[in-house]
């Protein structure tokens, strides 16, 4: 009994100094703006998706269901009127199986969305980089394009995926050029959330993927370095294998460690950290189970703090929005930042600013942006906690 008290406190201690901190802090608050969350604009259009742009500034999508459709880019902010709007028209054809995606920090913002038709494959992006959002289309050699993933940064880059069957070759393609990287075998399908592409802080690209093992019984996540030459690296990570995943994600941290992040057919979430050298040294760590477990779609997200990885996810049973913290030596238990989520907009966004985190989804009222400081969990802890204790407190002056 006693190793297990002293297991629990050892979980909880990262978040109890964070709490400590932040307790402090808050006393000096009113309760009423402990949990202040900003609607950005109404969600009654077809929001395809939105990411934060830092303060009260947005970037979002809009456009018909079909990824191919017309699609609308703009940038706004909360209160005024919309600008920098940029639009892609509809296209004949298809889209990829995993077609179209927003990428946003504080300094910029992109769209990427890959179709193709029988003779041709081509990744049309958006970019801010200039003072006016900027349409750029890439033509692809003419092979079956299977999906197609951008990687984090102001960038614009992404790695497609063409080929046939289990066989696989993978295209770096930028705003000048698509480069061959190297050719593999796949076992499983590239469906949207099961496969993602991340570039190391060596600028080296990594591709992550649920597939099935060499007995298509079990279900495995897989690690791949795609070098120079048409290298490849790979390593089967440590999740369990009996489990059946459904949605993967992956970020890469400011000291260059990955954090792959995986959600299971049953909801529940897990993740590990590990040095790309290394990845075989990753141990999965339960992120949450049971009350908090996630939507296998969208699945989790990821982004990195300063020491560890903040990640969030929808739940399955109460739609409300879930976020925890992952680092190679623990994993923080999951607290709810926002209530109910939209179910027609199942969206979740989290963007890292230099002093803390935004997290956004699509809420009851639109779409809904809330701040957090640096240590997201330790605040949220004591702005559920601060309240009672300040009621508490004052029914016992008044008696």
Request: proline fraction near 7%; charged fraction near 20%.
């Amino acid at each position: 009994m006693e190793s297990m008290v002293k297991a629990l406190l050892l979980l909880l201690l990262p978040a109890l100094a964070d709490f400590s901190s932040y307790a402090r802090d808050l006393a000096s608050l009113p309760v009423e703006h402990l949990h202040d969350a900003t609607v950005l604009t109404s969600s009654d259009f077809d929001l395809r998706d939105a990411a934060p742009l830092g303060g009260q500034r947005y970037v979002m999508v809009a456009g018909g269901v079909q990824a191919w459709e017309e699609r609308s880019v703009t940038a706004a902010a909360a209160g005024a009127d919309q600008s920098g709007r940029a639009t892609l028209p509809a296209e004949e054809g298809g889209p990829c199986a995993t077609s179209e995606h927003l990428v946003a920090s504080e300094d910029c913002w992109w769209y990427s969305r890959c179709g193709h038709t029988p003779t041709e494959t081509r990744v049309e992006l958006i970019t801010s980089t200039s003072s006016h959002p900027v349409m750029v289309t890439v033509p692809v050699p003419p092979r079956r394009a299977l999906g197609w993933s951008p990687m984090q940064g102001c960038e614009p880059a992404g790695v497609l995926l063409t080929g046939y069957g289990s066989a696989v070759t993978a295209y770096l393609v930028t705003t000048g050029s698509a480069q061959e990287l190297a050719s593999f075998n796949m076992f499983g399908p590239v469906f949207p959330g099961y496969w993602t592409a991340v570039r190391l802080a060596d600028r080296r690209i990594a591709v992550v993927a649920i597939e099935q093992d060499d007995r298509h019984v079990d279900s495995r996540i897989m690690f791949r370095i795609l070098g120079a030459d048409g290298e490849v690296t790979e390593t089967s990570l440590a999740f369990d294998p009996r489990q059946q995943y459904a949605n993967v994600a992956a970020a890469v941290g400011t000291n260059g460690q990955v954090a792959v992040i995986a959600v299971t057919a049953d909801s529940s979430v897990s993740g590990m950290t590990f040095s790309p050298d290394n990845p075989a040294a990753g141990r999965p760590r339960t992120l949450s189970t049971g009350e908090g477990a996630a939507l296998p779609f969208p699945g989790a997200v990821v982004e990195p703090l300063e020491d560890r990885f903040a990640v969030s996810w929808i739940g399955v049973s109460d739609r409300a929005v879930w976020l925890s913290e992952l680092a190679p030596a623990f994993a923080l238990p999951p607290v709810r930042v926002g209530d109910e989520s939209d179910r027609a907009h199942p969206l979740l966004f989290l963007h890292r600013r230099d002093d803390g985190l935004d997290v956004m989804w699509v809420g009851a009222r639109g779409l809904t942006v809330r701040s957090l400081p640096a240590q997201p969990t330790g605040y949220l802890v004591a702005a559920d906690f601060w309240p009672r204790v300040r009621a508490s407190v004052e029914r016992r002056f008044k008696q």
